[in-house]
């Protein structure tokens, strides 16, 4: 009742290697268990350890990086196991157009109804490209859903009330960057980069087994990545300080890429950002667009998952050529439009 | 990891979001308004805990010996740290290190006209920022807020606001002046009474402006339910 084969060599961090049945089928509960007692043995110290305030800081803001995603990626699970299972491949070659130039566009524009942050898109993207779509659309919409939503546009025209331009702004330069890496994947891409999807492994299944099959299998596989984002992130929000910004807010060249830079690392969701882009004051309006329209298409969480989805060949090409890409157009946007 | 490790994963992230949920809890973490949500992925991942344990019981699909890989396991560890440490809101340490988030309000509410006044912490920084403390002129005002002490000694009365989850949370602080407690310790929560003045001072860190308050009583309070000012979310 797999859902999904992929090779488990390729793209996990550390993936399993090839699988012993006999040894490792007792073991991993036992493992589970075993980390669950030793834990709660050693909760004194533990506690201890982490009363430092550093160390709390670092524990708040993964645990709250992890909880604030968990129910987004679950919703973009349901949708993307609800695609793979009820949602005939016919129904996306009649709705996309034909000639995959055209379909780019088509679904990075698709991408503003599904209200939700990267966490959601991310798992929906990878049933879309299973489901026959054109990796180019796919990934465009990828790029484009999270930071064209309504909800997301209203954000930020509720945190730059005195700047309602940022949200056109916003708006357009996510999209260009969406449908250009759409056409970019399309002149550039190779499938062989993309760890193959798996064909119809719910043919012979029940769909029901197939549905819980799927959402079990994107929930441990995005799940465990996004663990791995909240990490990183954590650490950057409790350790490097935010006077080290003040240095950079002086240049203007420096200062788009310098807070083009806090977009990855802080990883933040893509509702909540314009918020923190509007208390970046010191910098200008121009480098806090790019803020915005980096933060949804490339930051720590989003590559870890996008490694553990599509594999790490992909990730490791898609997430630089996105950043170097958003940075420029996110410039001259606002040239024209700040 | 196999089936039955990831059933009882999921289940265990399962219940602890529901936990979390069910409880106050979450409101150290995310916003208020993701509560519905929040339960509704807690119950998802137990049905899909459930599921598993229900088909594989039936007997092995086609694909029995598939594993998800070992990155998985790392979903036990925001388990872990919900459950043993349950780590507190944000408080003097990231307010310190994060500038004033302090942002004019787009208008002021008319204020009752007697008796002293209770208002939000941020309500009052901006009303004495960008309203030139019109409305709170010789009157006692009450705020309530943690304590954090800033590298050069100034205390403040601060309150972490927050727009999605901690980590955007963002500090608005106010300056302590007057008839401060001779002992301050920092993520103490108090109930500061006190009257407008106009002194101010800019944060070390983003510049963003720092409005004070002449204290003459502080009282030690219980923290708050919601730790983080929401106000700004609707």
């Known amino acids: 009742m797999a859902v999904t084969k992929s090779p488990p060599t390729q793209g996990a961090a550390s993936s399993a290697g090839p699988e012993e049945p006999q040894g490792r089928r007792l073991d991993s509960p036992l493992v589970l268990i075993t980390v669950l007692v030793l834990a709660v043995l050693a909760q004194g110290p533990i506690r201890r350890m982490l009363g430092a305030p550093v160390m709390q800081t670092w524990t708040t803001v993964f645990v709250a990086v992890v909880v604030q995603a968990l129910p987004f990626l679950v919703l973009g699970v349901l949708l993307s196991a609800a695609i793979a299972v009820f949602v005939p491949p016919s129904f996306f070659a009649r709705a996309l157009p034909g000639r995959p130039a055209l379909a780019v566009p088509v679904a990075g524009a698709a991408g503003a109804v599904l209200p939700g942050c990267e966490c959601a898109s991310v798992p929906v993207a990878g049933a879309l490209i299973r489901r026959g779509v054109t990796p180019a659309a796919a990934l465009a919409f990828l790029l484009s859903a999270p930071a064209v939503n309504p909800i997301v546009l209203t954000a930020t025209a509720v945190a730059f009330p005195d700047n309602p331009e940022m949200v056109p702004a916003r708006l357009v330069a996510s999209l260009l960057v969406a449908c250009a890496m759409g056409w970019l994947w399309l002149r550039l891409g190779r499938t062989d980069w993309l760890r193959p999807p798996a064909r119809s492994s719910y043919d012979g299944q029940g769909r029901g087994a197939a549905f819980w099959g799927s959402v079990r299998h994107d929930v441990m596989h995005a799940g465990g990545f996004l663990v791995l984002g909240a990490i990183a992130a954590a650490t950057l929000k409790a350790v490097v300080p935010e006077t080290w910004l003040r240095t950079a807010a002086d240049n203007p060249v420096v200062a788009v890429l310098a807070l083009a830079a806090l977009a990855v690392l802080l990883s933040i969701c893509s509702e909540a950002d314009a918020f923190v882009a509007a208390s970046l004051t010191q910098f200008s309006l121009t480098a806090r667009l790019a803020f915005l329209v980096v933060g949804p298409m490339v930051d720590l969480k989003l590559f870890a998952m996008q490694a553990g989805t599509f594999g790490r060949d992909f990730a490791l090409r898609f997430a630089p050529a996105t950043f170097a890409l958003a940075v420029p157009v996110s410039v001259l946007t606002g040239a024209v439009l700040l | ?234």
């Open chain 2, 1 to 234: 990891m196999n089936r039955q490790a990831q059933a009882a994963v999921l289940f265990l992230l399962g219940a602890t979001l529901l936990h979390a949920g069910l409880t106050d809890l979450y409101l150290r973490y995310v916003k208020a308004g993701l509560r519905p949500l929040l339960l509704l992925s807690g119950a998802v991942l137990i049905a899909a805990a459930l599921a598993t344990v229900w088909y594989e019981r039936r007997g092995p699909g086609g694909h029995a010996g598939h594993r998800e890989p070992r990155v998985s396991w790392l979903l036990a560890v925001p388990v872990l740290a919900l459950i043993l440490v349950a780590p507190p809101a944000l408080g003097s340490y990231s307010a310190v290190r994060t500038g004033t988030a302090l942002q004019e309000p787009y208008g002021f509410t008319k204020l009752p006209e007697s008796g002293p006044l209770r208002l939000a912490l941020a309500d009052y920084a901006g009303r004495a920022v960008y309203d030139d403390g019109r409305s709170l002129r010789d009157r006692q005002l009450k705020i309530t807020g943690f304590v954090a002490l800033d590298r050069d000694g100034t205390p403040y009365l601060v309150r972490m606001t927050l727009n999605c989850c901690a980590a955007d949370a963002q500090p608005v602080k106010v300056g302590l002046t007057g008839h401060i407690p001779p002992v301050l310790q920092p993520d103490t929560w108090l109930e500061v009474t006190g009257t407008y003045t106009a002194r101010r001072t800019h944060d070390p860190v983003n510049d963003g402006p720092i409005p004070f308050i002449e204290v003459t009583e502080a009282r030690p309070v219980a923290e708050p339910r919601d730790p983080y000012d929401e106000t700004w979310n609707s």
